[in-house]
């Protein structure tokens, strides 16, 4: 098995290294971290730091949502791709297991996922670095920050992305439709987002709306809802509760449906 995994691993990343998708998605998050920052820093909002703890959480979730499409141009090309030539039956006809060559062909594109995805990283710290900024709208450097968002969000987020554009992939074995499902779901989680808020259910059913969040961002909410301001420039989301829960409950949920 050993064997095996090595070289399949290897061709999956240097495929999508090669590939321009890999760099203009990695581009492209970049441009739009560096953009937002410089944006929100330049004209500031109100009393709260764009790059303190709560608001780095807060844009890293944002951005997830849209990784849904990032995870769709590298877990569905990479089934899709075996379908359009035919190798399907000529790769299982070899001594490896069906799904570890799935399985390892699946964390090497979520591996490149994240990969290409980080390029929001770079954007958003070098946005609160450019000249001409608010400096009332800038907090202190934060890396904590940065990394328990990382963990918490980016991660389990676009394994969540990966899985669905996996299961799309899989059943359809067509990549236009995996990206057009894969947009459909983004405009349905942004419309459920607007349906389902503080202002529209009862403060009391809001911990139950926050399990059923894929993404985390009612759970994330959660922790910060009672905050002041000094708080929201300051604190570190608690990252436990809710949150931890929540995190937890969907990767299991993936798992499972990336194994059916």
Do not use: C
């Not at 909002?45 to 703890?53: E, H, M, V």
């Not at 990252?239 to 829960?245: C, E, N």
């Amino acid at each position: 098995m050993k064997q095996a995994t090595l070289p399949v691993v290897r061709f999956e990343i240097f495929y999508h290294l090669k590939r321009p998708t890999f760099w203009i998605i990695s581009l492209l998050f970049f441009g739009i971290a560096l953009m937002d920052s410089v944006s929100n820093a330049s004209q500031g909002q109100a009393f709260f730091y764009i790059n303190s703890p709560s608001q780095i959480f807060q844009t890293t979730i944002w951005y997830t949502i849209f990784g849904i499409v990032a995870a769709a141009a590298f877990v569905a090309e990479t089934f899709v791709r075996d379908t359009n030539y035919v190798m399907e039956e000529l790769i299982f006809s070899t001594p490896i297991r069906k799904w570890n060559y799935l399985g390892l062909r699946f964390f090497a594109a979520v591996g490149m996922t994240l990969l290409a995805f980080s390029g929001y990283l770079p954007g958003t710290i070098i946005g609160t670095l450019m000249p001409g900024l608010n400096p009332y709208a800038l907090g202190p450097f934060r890396p904590d920050a940065y990394f328990f968002s990382y963990f918490f969000f980016v991660i389990p987020n676009l394994f969540i992305a990966s899985a669905l554009a996996f299961l799309l992939a899989s059943r359809t074995r067509n990549l236009a439709i995996t990206y057009a499902g894969a947009i459909v779901l983004v405009m349905l989680y942004l419309a459920s987002l607007m349906m389902v808020g503080m202002e529209v259910i009862n403060f009391n059913q809001y911990r139950f709306w926050a399990m059923l969040d894929p993404f985390g961002f009612h759970a994330f909410e959660e922790t910060r809802l009672r905050w002041t301001v000094y708080q929201h420039n300051t604190l570190m989301p608690n990252l436990t509760g809710t949150l931890l829960v929540n995190r937890f409950l969907w990767i299991i949920v993936d798992f499972v449906a990336w194994g059916v």
